[in-house]
């Protein structure tokens, strides 16, 4: 399973790390400890925890910019057709829907909890892994 540092997550939801580290503090946010002794947020946490966030209404400081149309952000949600798949990504307080083949998602290994960035362009999104 994916995990990341609390600046990699701070990054991913588009706050400071200090406001992660308050979160994790009020238990807002599982963490959890590696072999160093760092801080780490398991990615399937990270991705329901960014979804909780964008629809909580923006009571916490948080700022969110995008450049060029990417999205950077965590994979909330894969469902896998027989040909087709659809690809959730929460980019801050962004949701973007993907609808690709089931054979990219494959090729990219995508599954909830990792980072990955949506590019948009005209109405396609398209998904790069990070």
């Not at 054979?103 to 892994?129: C, P």
């Amino acid at each position: 399973m994916h995990s990341y540092t609390i600046g990699q997550a701070a990054g991913l939801l588009g706050v400071s790390s200090d406001t992660v580290r308050r979160w994790a503090d009020a238990g807002r946010v599982a963490t959890h400890r590696d072999e160093s002794g760092r801080r780490l947020v398991d990615g399937r946490d990270l991705a329901a925890f960014s979804v909780e966030l964008a629809q909580g209404g923006g009571e916490d400081e948080v700022s969110y910019t995008s450049a060029r149309n990417a999205f950077p952000g965590i994979v909330t949600a894969v469902k896998l057709g027989d040909v087709a798949a659809q690809v959730e990504i929460q980019a801050g307080p962004h949701r973007l829907v993907s609808l690709l083949t089931r054979e990219a998602v494959e090729e990219l290994g995508l599954e909830v909890g990792m980072q990955a960035t949506a590019r948009v362009k005209s109405t396609n999104v398209h998904i790069d892994r990070v």
